[in-house]
Protein backbone atom coordinates (compact mmCIF):
# COMPACT_ATOMS: atom_id res chain seq x y z
CA UNK A 1 0.00 0.00 0.00
CA UNK A 2 1.29 3.85 -1.09
CA UNK A 3 1.86 6.07 2.05
CA UNK A 4 -1.46 7.91 1.51
CA UNK A 5 -1.62 11.75 1.98
CA UNK A 6 -3.27 14.01 4.29
CA UNK A 7 -7.27 13.92 4.25
CA UNK A 8 -9.46 15.99 5.51
CA UNK A 9 -10.93 13.79 8.50
CA UNK A 10 -14.41 14.52 7.58
CA UNK A 11 -14.36 12.42 4.66
CA UNK A 12 -14.86 8.80 6.35
CA UNK A 13 -18.26 10.69 7.04
CA UNK A 14 -19.71 11.39 3.50
CA UNK A 15 -20.09 8.08 2.68
CA UNK A 16 -21.87 4.47 3.88
CA UNK A 17 -20.22 1.21 3.71
CA UNK A 18 -21.55 -1.78 1.88
CA UNK A 19 -20.41 -4.40 3.81
CA UNK A 20 -21.22 -6.80 1.18
CA UNK A 21 -19.48 -5.61 -1.72
CA UNK A 22 -17.03 -3.05 0.39
CA UNK A 23 -18.55 -0.18 -1.57
CA UNK A 24 -18.23 3.37 -0.24
CA UNK A 25 -21.44 4.61 -1.34
CA UNK A 26 -21.23 8.16 -1.39
CA UNK A 27 -24.32 9.51 1.57
CA UNK A 28 -24.19 12.46 -0.30
CA UNK A 29 -26.10 14.20 -3.28
CA UNK A 30 -26.29 11.89 -6.16
CA UNK A 31 -26.32 12.64 -9.43
CA UNK A 32 -29.55 11.07 -10.87
CA UNK A 33 -28.93 11.01 -14.46
CA UNK A 34 -25.36 9.66 -14.03
CA UNK A 35 -25.84 8.14 -11.18
CA UNK A 36 -21.98 9.74 -9.91
CA UNK A 37 -21.75 10.97 -6.48
CA UNK A 38 -21.59 14.80 -6.21
CA UNK A 39 -19.02 16.89 -3.53
CA UNK A 40 -21.27 19.97 -3.41
CA UNK A 41 -18.54 22.91 -2.28
CA UNK A 42 -19.84 26.33 -1.08
CA UNK A 43 -15.93 27.44 -2.07
CA UNK A 44 -15.91 25.79 -5.35
CA UNK A 45 -17.79 24.28 -8.35
CA UNK A 46 -18.92 20.55 -7.18
CA UNK A 47 -16.71 17.85 -7.81
CA UNK A 48 -17.82 13.99 -9.31
CA UNK A 49 -17.15 12.35 -5.59
CA UNK A 50 -15.28 9.12 -6.58
CA UNK A 51 -12.48 11.51 -8.85
CA UNK A 52 -12.34 13.74 -5.57
CA UNK A 53 -11.49 10.51 -3.71
CA UNK A 54 -8.64 9.18 -5.87
CA UNK A 55 -7.16 12.66 -5.50
CA UNK A 56 -7.65 12.61 -2.19
CA UNK A 57 -5.88 9.11 -1.51
CA UNK A 58 -3.62 9.16 -4.37
CA UNK A 59 -3.14 12.14 -5.73
CA UNK A 60 -4.01 14.22 -8.62
CA UNK A 61 -5.27 12.36 -11.81
CA UNK A 62 -3.74 13.09 -14.90
CA UNK A 63 -5.21 15.02 -17.94
CA UNK A 64 -7.50 13.43 -19.60
CA UNK A 65 -8.28 10.27 -17.97
CA UNK A 66 -11.22 9.35 -16.07
CA UNK A 67 -11.71 7.54 -12.55
CA UNK A 68 -13.44 4.12 -13.61
CA UNK A 69 -15.34 1.70 -11.09
CA UNK A 70 -13.92 -2.20 -11.03
CA UNK A 71 -17.60 -1.94 -9.15
CA UNK A 72 -19.82 -0.93 -11.48
CA UNK A 73 -20.95 1.17 -8.81
CA UNK A 74 -21.00 4.74 -9.88
CA UNK A 75 -21.65 6.45 -6.91
CA UNK A 76 -18.41 4.47 -4.93
CA UNK A 77 -16.00 6.23 -3.73
CA UNK A 78 -13.63 3.52 -2.57
CA UNK A 79 -10.22 3.96 -3.46
CA UNK A 80 -9.64 0.30 -3.87
CA UNK A 81 -12.94 -0.23 -6.46
CA UNK A 82 -11.47 2.84 -8.42
CA UNK A 83 -9.02 2.74 -11.28
CA UNK A 84 -7.75 5.57 -14.04
CA UNK A 85 -8.65 5.15 -17.94
CA UNK A 86 -9.39 7.07 -21.13
CA UNK A 87 -12.53 8.14 -22.33
CA UNK A 88 -12.04 5.04 -24.51
CA UNK A 89 -11.72 2.52 -22.05
CA UNK A 90 -14.39 3.75 -19.96
CA UNK A 91 -16.67 3.50 -23.25
CA UNK A 92 -15.26 -0.32 -24.10
CA UNK A 93 -16.01 -1.34 -20.44
CA UNK A 94 -19.38 -0.09 -20.83
CA UNK A 95 -20.04 -2.10 -23.88
CA UNK A 96 -18.23 -4.43 -22.66
CA UNK A 97 -20.20 -5.08 -19.39
CA UNK A 98 -23.44 -4.64 -21.11
CA UNK A 99 -23.25 -6.54 -24.46
CA UNK A 100 -24.58 -10.35 -23.97
CA UNK A 101 -24.97 -9.49 -19.57
CA UNK A 102 -27.71 -11.95 -19.66
CA UNK A 103 -25.74 -14.55 -22.35
CA UNK A 104 -23.15 -14.23 -19.30
CA UNK A 105 -25.00 -16.45 -16.65
CA UNK A 106 -24.09 -19.97 -16.85
CA UNK A 107 -26.29 -21.22 -14.20
CA UNK A 108 -29.86 -21.03 -13.10
CA UNK A 109 -31.07 -19.20 -9.48
CA UNK A 110 -30.57 -22.21 -8.31
CA UNK A 111 -27.52 -23.15 -9.28
CA UNK A 112 -27.56 -25.61 -11.87
CA UNK A 113 -25.64 -25.23 -15.00
CA UNK A 114 -27.47 -24.08 -17.59
CA UNK A 115 -26.43 -27.08 -20.62
CA UNK A 116 -27.98 -26.87 -23.87
CA UNK A 117 -29.64 -30.48 -22.45
CA UNK A 118 -30.87 -28.57 -19.12
CA UNK A 119 -31.98 -25.35 -20.37
CA UNK A 120 -35.92 -24.77 -22.02
CA UNK A 121 -35.92 -21.27 -23.56
CA UNK A 122 -39.22 -19.76 -24.18
CA UNK A 123 -40.56 -16.52 -25.57
CA UNK A 124 -42.25 -14.26 -23.87
CA UNK A 125 -46.26 -13.52 -24.45
CA UNK A 126 -45.54 -9.95 -24.84
CA UNK A 127 -43.54 -9.98 -28.03
CA UNK A 128 -41.04 -7.73 -28.98
CA UNK A 129 -39.02 -8.76 -25.85
CA UNK A 130 -35.62 -11.71 -25.97
CA UNK A 131 -36.67 -15.12 -25.23
CA UNK A 132 -36.16 -16.21 -21.75
CA UNK A 133 -34.26 -19.26 -20.18
CA UNK A 134 -35.14 -21.73 -17.67
CA UNK A 135 -33.50 -24.41 -16.60
CA UNK A 136 -35.33 -27.98 -16.47
CA UNK A 137 -34.80 -29.49 -13.14
CA UNK A 138 -36.01 -26.10 -11.75
CA UNK A 139 -39.10 -26.38 -14.37
CA UNK A 140 -39.63 -30.13 -13.40
CA UNK A 141 -39.13 -29.34 -9.92
CA UNK A 142 -41.95 -26.41 -9.92
CA UNK A 143 -44.24 -28.82 -12.03
CA UNK A 144 -44.11 -31.68 -9.45
CA UNK A 145 -44.56 -29.14 -6.64
CA UNK A 146 -47.51 -27.71 -8.30
CA UNK A 147 -48.96 -31.41 -8.97
CA UNK A 148 -48.68 -31.72 -5.29
CA UNK A 149 -50.38 -28.81 -4.55
CA UNK A 150 -53.19 -29.53 -6.55
CA UNK A 151 -53.21 -33.08 -5.20
CA UNK A 152 -53.40 -31.95 -1.76
CA UNK A 153 -56.74 -29.00 -2.70
CA UNK A 154 -58.34 -31.90 -4.30
CA UNK A 155 -57.91 -34.78 -1.64
ZN1 LIG B 1 -17.32 -0.12 -5.14
ZN1 LIG C 1 -32.24 -24.86 -11.80
Redesign the pocket.
Known amino acids: MKKRGPKPPEFEDRYNINKK???WIWAEFINPVTGYGIVRSPFSTSRVASRYSWELHFGPIPAGLQVL?K?D?RS?V?PK?LFLGTCKDNLRDMVRKGRGAKQRITHCPSGHRYTEKNTYVYAHVNKGRAPARQCRICRDRHREANKLKNDCRRG
Do not use: R, Y
Request: charged share 0%; proline share 0%.
Open positions: SGCHCVCNH
